[in-house]
């Protein structure tokens, strides 16, 4: 059995998209979820690490991401593991989206799965735009500078 169940907090990070992206900016929205979907999820049994955001028509939808089926329900309730699932956003806010996605190079992708302390599901998605090698690399030199200042600092 998978371990405890989660009733509010992180469920899931994305600590790649840090890494991968540089992001520019965040909103949260909601998900559409079934009811052993949003089980799995309180289980912890979801992996966010190669979602993204698509159109389709006036709505967008988060895919790539995997909610597995809990051993205890797959044989009576069967769901698409990989579907793509709709956001939950104001009119307003999918058409900001929406043209932000029309930018070049521009990326939205799922940074955080948690629980909202009303117990509601939510995702933070970040608008982003991909890291080459160089970029990449200066961030992780950032990084270690700041690791290392902040030892001297200590000592």
């Known amino acids: 059995m998978p371990r405890s169940i989660i009733k509010f907090g992180q469920v899931s990070e994305n600590r790649k998209a840090r890494y991968s992206y540089s992001i520019e900016d965040t909103i949260e929205a909601g998900i559409s979820l079934t009811g052993a979907e949003l089980k799995s999820v309180r289980y912890g049994l979801v992996t966010i ?41 104001h009119r307003a806010q999918i058409n900001r989206l929406i043209g932000k996605l029309q930018e070049r190079g521009a990326t939205i ?7 909202n302390n009303r117990g509601k599901l939510k995702v933070l998605l970040g608008v982003g735009y991909g890291k080459n090698k160089v970029d990449k690399r200066e961030t992780i030199k950032r990084r270690e500078w700041d690791k290392h200042k902040a030892r001297l600092l200590k000592g």
């Open 49 to 89: 690490v190669d979602g993204f955001v698509q159109r389709r028509g006036r709505d967008l939808y988060l895919a790539g991401i995997e909610i597995q089926k809990l051993p205890t329900v797959a044989r009576i309730v069967n769901f698409d593991e990989r579907r793509p699932r709709q956001l939950l956003l």
């Open 109 to 115: 992708v799922p940074l955080k799965l948690y629980f």
